[in-house]
T-cell receptor, first 113, second 112 residues
């Protein structure tokens, strides 16, 4: 079942610009995570934001969470060509005792040099 | 170095020939899981394990088996592979299912 849905599905920007990706989910959550995947490689964890947090920063990454709207956004500032990758949000389900994560289908980001 | 190791990385095989994809982690994680990734469908969980000898079905378990006899290993078994199991497979581990996951580099399976 799809929990997180990213928007847009694809994004193309110029190096130096900011990139914003959005994620919507359906259930009550404990936390929301963002991952990055370079082509054909495994996912790499970027950042985790808890349900009682509204904003979190890590380097050039800024994540916001609005639990009332069941949505999150990932902002990458001053993008670089090396940021080209797919980005996924993942959420748990607070009512599910297995604590498993459900991933969205991702946003493909292309940063043009 | 902390890592999740999957083998093989690539495999082309034929329908019905049993295969096993191994997964090993060196981080002493309790939780391990298998995902498949297909275009447009994101990552879907196949099976997960919360601890040794404890496994449970994910969202798409049909046609797969797993075992967790040791904490570090979590092999994925396809007893009778079929073409609809052609996919990119990832193993992941973590302290708990809702915590940051460490992923392997993936296994690309093609079943003819």
């Amino acid at each position: 079942s799809q929990q997180g849905e990213e928007d847009p599905q694809a994004l193309s920007i110029q190096e130096g610009e900011n990139a914003t990706m959005n994620c919507s989910y359906k259930t009550s959550i404990n936390n929301l995570q963002w991952y990055r995947q370079n082509s054909g490689r495994g996912l790499v964890h970027l950042i985790l934001i808890r349900s009682n947090e509204r904003e979190k920063h890590s380097g050039r990454l800024r994540v916001t969470l609005d639990t009332s709207k069941k949505s999150s956004s990932l902002l990458i500032t001053a993008s670089r060509a090396a940021d080209t990758a797919s980005y996924f949000c993942a959420t748990d389900d607070r009512m599910d005792s297995s604590y498993k994560l459900i991933f969205g289908s991702g946003t493909r980001l292309l940063v043009r040099p | 170095e902390a890592q999740v190791t999957q083998n093989p990385r690539y495999l082309i095989t034929v329908t019905g020939k049993k295969l096993t994809v191994t997964c090993s982690q060196n981080m002493n994680h309790e939780y391990m899981s298998w995902y498949r990734q297909d275009p447009g469908l994101g990552l879907r969980q196949i099976y997960y394990s919360m601890n040794v000898e404890v496994t449970d079905k994910g969202d798409v378990p049909e046609g797969y088996k797993v075992s967790r006899k040791e904490k570090r290993n979590f092999p994925l078994i396809l007893e009778s592979p079929s073409p609809n199991q052609t996919s990119l497979y990832f193993c992941a581990s973590s302290d708990r299912g809702d915590q940051p996951q460490h992923f392997g580099d993936g296994t690309r399976l093609s079943i003819l």
